[in-house]
């Protein structure tokens, strides 16, 4: 996701989330069982396509384990987009 001088907010927040999921080593699957939300909803918040509530963003951040003033950081403007994680066995739900 390439980024302008001033990002929305969404993509603020996608960035963010992603960046975040991966460093905890969680897959959106993951990641939305978790936070007792949608995969799909999950990667739309990431691409920046979701207007998201504050009661989400509260679950999110806490699956995390962030405040939830984390996932409104504006990244720097040469920081590279946060890598995937490396694929793999899929989520298996009990």
């Known amino acids: 996701m390439a980024f302008s001088k001033t990002m929305e907010t969404r993509a603020i927040i996608g960035w963010n989330l992603r960046q975040l999921r991966v460093e905890k080593g969680l897959s959106q699957e ?4 978790a ?3 949608d995969r799909a909803y999950v990667g739309r918040v990431e691409r920046g396509s979701e207007n ?7 679950m999110l951040a806490k699956v995390l384990e962030v405040p939830v003033a984390a996932l409104f950081r504006e990244p720097a403007k040469d920081e590279p987009q946060p890598a995937p994680l490396k694929a793999g ?3 298996q739900r009990d």
């Open 89 to 91: 066995r899929k989520f």
């Open 35 to 37: 936070a007792g939300l």
């Open 30 to 33: 993951r990641l939305a069982f």
């Open 52 to 58: 998201v509530t504050v009661s989400t963003l509260e």
